[in-house]
């Protein structure tokens, strides 16, 4: 069945992005999108291009999280440089891509947004040695950090409570205490926002961080107090 919106969002990608083409793969759910991506400075100098491929799932467009592949090889496979051994990129944190995905996520828009900021982002580390905005860690502490600085959350108990209720439903109304004590839930600066961001995952966003968090708090906990179980 034909993809009107992405049919459109298509056409209009490939009339902006003229070292692009359309690669058509015969009963697979990806189409690619197959092309250079030129990286200039502020000042419009050329610095470096990449080749990349971007997938895009033909039936859940927009809402799906495009994958893109590195594949001129000029960036290192690992998670120092967010590219793993097939080349595929991690181009942000999963939270904000998903929540990007529930929006929809149109193919030039994320062009422009995401993916060539990263390889941006990606030269400026080749010629610095570090980020321009800085990065996430890897795997769990990234998203801790990512709890911390963006949701504004750091309290490890916190936190768990938080998620636990998200998975049960269980969060509080508008006129009801929020979860930290502090203030009504609506009125609450600190966790008000950052609560709605958390419901609108995917459940099993939601799961894997709890998990993650049980797991490092418990264990901080058993290392120190042998006091497992507890919160």
Not at 46 to 75: A, G
Not at 164 to 169: D, E, H, Q
Request: aromatic share 12%.
């Amino acid at each position: 069945m034909k993809n009107d919106s992405l049919e459109k969002d298509l056409k209009s990608f490939l009339s902006l992005y003229l070292k692009f083409e359309r690669i058509n793969i015969p009963r697979n759910k990806y189409l690619i999108l197959r092309g250079d991506i030129d990286v200039c400075d502020t000042q419009g100098n050329y610095l470096k291009t990449f080749e990349v491929d971007i997938f895009i799932n033909r039936k859940s467009y927009p809402y799906t999280i495009p994958l893109v592949k590195e594949t001129s090889e000029f960036i290192d496979r690992n998670d120092d440089w967010h590219v793993n051994n097939e080349g595929l990129c991690c181009l942000d944190i999963d939270h904000k891509l998903l929540k990007l995905s529930q929006r929809g996520i149109h193919v030039s828009e994320f062009y422009q947004d995401v993916i060539y900021p990263f390889f941006c982002n990606t030269v400026f580390k080749q010629l610095y040695n570090d980020y321009a905005n800085g990065e996430y860690p890897h795997e769990f502490n990234g998203v801790r950090s990512f709890y911390k600085l963006e949701l504004k959350l750091e309290e490890p108990k916190l936190i768990i409570d938080i998620l636990r209720s998200i998975n049960t439903n269980k969060t509080p109304g508008r006129n009801q205490l929020c979860i930290c004590g502090k203030t009504k839930y609506k009125k609450c600066s600190d966790h008000f926002k950052s609560i709605q961001f958390l419901k609108s995952l995917p459940r099993e966003r939601i799961l894997k961080d709890l998990k993650s968090f049980e797991e490092e708090f418990l264990g901080y906990r058993n290392k120190t107090n042998k006091s497992v179980g507890t919160l």
